[in-house]
């Protein structure tokens, strides 16, 4: 719009011009212009409202009208005015500004320039229009079209709206690919009657819509253009004018035909899975009636446990063994298989070996001490393996009850054999020896009593020399004899180190202390109960034996300062155990069972303990130094 303005202008005219912008406008401002350069602009009172800025703001900073204005709308909003500056017609331009409130504010701006009577640009006024809510709703509009296009174009359903007689009005590409159709163009304007038959025919899908109003999700059988069949669920809405008359239909159609196929293929496969499975059961109780079978046949007691201790099966050896059925220790906790201290001591074992994964019984085989039903106890060897991932464990259970009297008889013949000797060795060729050193001293008595010059022929004279020879012959004579007679006496007492009294061990181990305390570097001391006594001597000699194989041990490897023998009472048991500060031993691993290499003396221990009946722990202190304990029942030491 081109005004051209002339010197004098009637009021009337600018009075209508002014009633006419301020009615066509928001807000305006006046550019007054010389020489084709901006020298002063004049903002409306209305300004504060679109901008937020009062005219005072826009004097005291001349650019604040374009640093308002939206970065990537100011290359138009000046090129407009070098357009109105050049003397060219200028469009309306619509640009965003900030307010002062910080919000964005859409402003449509219009130009009307101002010429003198020579055709030069003297003024112009920008008009400008809020534009902001148009903006929004347009800009709702867009958004609302394009989800509705989203929605339609991109939906996965057939979608269509249709007149009451079938024609096609609108419908979705999903729906086009469907029903077989080649372009969007071809299926709209089609009749969908022929994609309906009874009992879904199209006359009564329409009946059925004017009863109802809408149909949700019912299930047909339909075909395509080129004839294959079609499962679907469909969906179909009808819309009706003020009157009730339908006008149209929508229709949502769902191909459900893969889904059949697969469902009926899952089906199948479901029918294959249960026979498989049904035949796999079959098979593993087969199998496991096998296995409870070789598990039952086998001589040795089987049982497993779960990580709880609790007895989860057992077979039909371990029920014997212990005198229980399996309905009486299924789901009870293993140690009621056990005595004291064993009994309370396992699920202590069980917990730290979950919990540190630190073996001290697992994968070996030990001798321990078990109890039936009806209280006894015997001894068993056992060897338990955990059953990988599933924190199970099996026990394969050994009764060792005649092993151990087999052990205990060979025990008595040799002790009996090693008595007589000895008791042969003392009562007989001691005496005999002693015979022969005192007719060695009475020679030389005799001999001592020749005089060494005589008158009578008939004595055989000797000369000095020869006297002093025969002399000297006849006390070496008696003195090897009584050195034999005393090494002899030693021998008899090696062979029965322990008399044949109650407290003959106490007595022999106090003495092998004092022995041992005679050593110039080894400190060595004994203690004992007075309750205890071991009235068996075979088991009394054992036990001395072990207390000297320990001690000769620490003597020559472990490097001990100090020795302790201890004998005392303690849960029923009779308890030797020999303790020194020297480095330890780690021969033994943590069941108290020896490793292949282990030495002699170590492995003597054990099993004398073991013939005795006895269970034997040997293991390094934290602080330093070995202990060496035999645990044997009192039950044993007091059967003379």
């Not at 005072?56 to 374009?66: D, F, G, K, S």
């Not at 339908?246 to 697969?262: A, C, I, P, Q």
């Amino acid at each position: 719009m081109v005004e051209q303005q002339s010197q004098q202008t009637s009021p009337e005219s600018e009075s209508r011009y002014h009633q006419l912008r301020d009615a066509v406008a928001d807000y305006h401002y006046h550019v007054l212009l010389e020489n084709g350069r901006i020298v002063e602009k004049q903002h409306g009172p209305k300004c504060a409202d679109i901008t937020g800025y009062q005219p005072e703001e826009y004097i005291a900073n001349p650019r604040l009208w374009i640093e308002l204005v939206h970065e990537d709308d100011r290359p138009a909003i000046q090129q407009q005015i070098e357009r109105v500056l050049s003397g060219h017609n200028a469009m309306a331009v619509e640009y965003r500004i900030r307010r002062r409130d910080g919000k964005l504010c859409w402003l449509r701006k219009l130009i009307i320039p101002y010429y003198d009577a020579d055709g030069r640009l003297t003024a112009y006024d920008a008009l400008l229009l809020d534009i902001t809510e148009e903006k929004m709703a347009q800009h709702s509009l867009q958004q609302s079209e394009e989800n509705y296009r989203l929605l339609f174009d991109d939906d996965l359903t057939g979608d269509y709206v249709a007149s009451p007689d079938g024609e096609i009005l609108l419908c979705n590409r999903a729906l086009v690919d469907m029903f077989g159709f080649t372009t969007r163009e071809q299926a709209i304007g089609s009749s969908l009657c022929g994609f309906y038959s009874d009992p879904y025919s199209w006359d009564a899908l329409i009946a059925r819509i004017r009863e109802a109003g809408t149909l949700d999700r019912f299930e047909r059988i339909t075909r395509r253009n080129d004839g294959r069949t079609l499962h679907v669920v469909e969906t179909v809405i009808g819309t009706f004018d003020e009157r009730g008359n339908l006008m149209r239909l929508k229709g949502y159609v769902f191909d459900d035909t893969h889904s059949r196929v697969e469902t009926a293929k899952l089906q199948q496969r479901n029918n294959d899975l249960e026979e498989a499975v049904q035949l796999r059961t079959r098979e593993i109780r087969a199998e496991r009636s096998h296995l409870e079978a070789i598990l039952d046949s086998a001589l040795d007691g089987i049982i497993s446990i779960d990580s709880r201790g609790m007895i989860q099966t057992i077979n039909r050896s371990a029920e014997r063994l212990f005198g229980y059925t399996r309905a009486e220790v299924i789901g009870q906790n293993v140690n009621m298989l056990m005595p004291s201290p064993y009994h309370e001591e396992h699920d202590g074992y069980l917990r730290r070996y979950l919990k540190t994964g630190e073996q001290r019984i697992l994968n070996s085989v030990r001798e321990v001490v078990a109890q039936r039903k009806d209280g006894t106890t015997f001894p068993v060897e056992v060897s338990i393996t955990e059953v990988d991932h599933l924190q199970a464990f099996t026990g394969i259970v050994h009764d060792i009850s005649e092993r151990k009297q087999l052990q205990t008889h060979i025990l008595q013949i040799a002790e009996d054999e090693q008595r007589r000797i000895g008791q042969e060795l003392h009562d007989g060729i001691g005496q005999e020896l002693t015979g022969l050193a005192l007719f060695a001293g009475s020679l030389v008595e005799v001999l001592d009593a020749i005089p060494q010059e005589s008158s009578q022929g008939t004595v055989r004279q000797l000369h000095e020399s020869q006297f002093t020879s025969l002399r000297s012959l006849a006390a070496r004579i008696s003195s090897q004899l009584n050195a034999t007679n005393a090494h002899i006496r030693q021998l008899a007492h090696g062979m029965m180190p322990v008399q044949i009294e109650p407290c003959g061990l106490q007595a022999a181990l106090a003495e092998l202390a004092v022995s041992i305390d005679t050593h110039p570097q080894i400190t060595c001391h004994f203690e004992s109960s007075a309750n205890v006594i071991v009235a068996d001597n075979a088991t009394a000699t054992h036990l001395y034996r072990i207390a000297q194989e320990a001690i000769s041990n620490s003597l020559r490897h472990s490097l001990a300062t100090e020795i302790s023998i201890t004998l005392g009472c303690k849960d029923h048991h009779v308890v030797l155990e020999m303790k020194d500060n020297g480095v330890g031993i780690h021969s033994f691993d943590n069941s108290g069972q020896a490793n292949r290499g282990t030495g002699m003396g170590l492995r003597t221990m054990q099993y004398r303990c073991g013939l005795i009946g006895g269970t034997f722990h040997i293991e390094a202190s934290l602080a330093g130094g070995t202990s060496v304990r035999c645990l044997i029942p009192e039950k044993s030491v007091k059967e003379s």
